[in-house]
């Protein structure tokens, strides 16, 4: 008995802050995660999990599979025990990387049983002024603009591109990456989320295009899977303080709701975007619609984008 107390009495006492960024250092090899230590005892971090949140870079470590590091792995750690004095200790992560463009959640284990962890990109608190540089905000939703984050793919294609400019006779899945500002709340995207294109030279509903959000695993217009909000819906949590907790990239194809399939743009022409937001909030549902990006789709793509 005394023995479980002073198991748990070391527990309660250990404590540990990520720095910010949280991963640095970065070469072929490796790199490191920076932490301190802000308990009364050391801290020995026995496993790192590597989860893929946002594949828009590399696929590794998926959700389904994510990188489980210990001591004794390869990819693994090493440096793991953390002193007390230490206030930028450097756990080393080896044969492994995550600078790759690609969102990632980032979990520390101690031998105590305590969780820590961090995500990757660090996570930044959108502006509270006006101005929202390339960032566009939904009710609780924040819906980034810049290139890496509206992107596409084509084909077989498991890494995606910038999709400001895009074939025009190629199918595409659109990927679009989003998070959650509320505190208060998390979101869930309902089947009825849907993109919807229209061209300069419109004259009619006829020419509009539209795609329905796809299921979280779809990678390119080869493996689109149906949206399902029921068993495997887009759930943001709530952000921290310091910001979103995470960064979704959501995908875009389906040529109807809770449909499969993919579309051209079928012409040569900019197309303004808007997307159609519905989602719960609070258990509650509503719907809001944004004026998106401006895109350009060519047959001569890329050269002539």
Same mark, same amino acid.
């Given at each position: 008995?005394?023995?479980?107390?002073?198991?748990?009495?070391?527990?309660?006492?250990?404590?540990?802050?990520?720095?910010?960024?949280?991963?640095?250092?970065?070469?072929?090899q490796g790199?490191?995660?920076?932490?301190?230590?802000?308990?009364?005892?050391?801290?020995?971090?026995?496993?790192?999990?590597?989860?893929?949140?946002?594949?828009?870079?590399?696929?590794?470590?998926?959700?389904?599979?994510?990188?489980?590091l210990t001591g004794t792995s390869n990819p693994g750690i090493s440096n793991q025990i953390v002193k007390t004095t230490?206030?930028?200790?450097?756990?080393?992560?080896?044969?492994?990387?995550?600078n790759d463009g690609s969102g990632y959640k980032v979990g520390l284990t101690s031998a105590n049983g305590r969780a820590y962890g961090f995500y990757f990109p660090w996570p930044?608190?959108?502006?509270? $002024?006006? /101005? %929202?540089?390339?960032?566009?905000?939904? +009710?609780?939703?924040?819906?980034?603009?810049? !290139?890496?984050? #509206?992107?596409?793919?084509q084909g077989s294609q498991t890494a995606s591109q910038s999709a400001f400019c895009v074939p025009s006779t190629s199918s595409l899945v659109f990927w679009i990456r989003a998070s959650n500002i509320a505190t208060d709340s998390s979101?869930?995207?309902?089947?009825?989320?849907?993109?919807?294109?229209?061209?300069?030279?419109?004259?009619?509903?006829?020419?509009?295009v539209r795609v329905w959000i796809d299921d979280p695993s779809t990678l390119n217009p080869n493996t689109v899977v149906a949206y399902n909000e029921t068993t495997n819906p887009y759930v943001l949590p709530a952000a921290n303080p310091n910001g979103?907790?995470?960064?979704?990239?959501?995908?875009?194809?389906?040529? $109807?709701? /809770? %449909?499969?399939?993919?579309?051209?743009? +079928?012409?040569?022409?900019?197309?303004?975007? !808007?997307?159609? #937001?519905?989602?719960?909030y609070r258990g509650q549902s509503q719907g809001q619609t944004i004026a998106f990006v401006d895109l350009k789709s060519t047959a001569s793509w890329p050269s002539s984008c």
């Open positions: 008995m005394q023995t479980k107390i002073s198991l748990l009495q070391q527990s309660l006492s250990e404590s540990l802050v990520v720095n910010q960024p949280g991963a640095l250092n970065f070469t072929v790199f490191d995660i920076n932490v301190t230590n802000t308990g009364a005892v050391p801290v020995n971090i026995t496993q790192v999990t590597i989860t893929n949140i946002s594949p828009t870079g590399s696929v590794q470590c998926p959700i389904s599979n994510p990188c489980i230490d206030s930028r200790h450097m756990i080393k992560v080896n044969g492994l990387t995550i930044l608190t959108p502006p509270s $002024s006006g /101005n %929202g540089g390339f960032v566009a905000s939904v +009710g609780p939703l924040a819906i980034f603009l810049d !290139f890496k984050s #509206f992107n596409f793919t979101v869930k995207l309902r089947s009825p989320t849907m993109m919807q294109m229209q061209p300069y030279t419109a004259n009619g509903f006829g020419v509009l979103p907790a995470v960064y979704a990239v959501l995908k875009f194809s389906a040529t $109807s709701q /809770n %449909g499969v399939g993919s579309v051209a743009m +079928g012409q040569d022409n900019n197309w303004i975007t !808007f997307i159609g #937001f519905y989602y719960e």
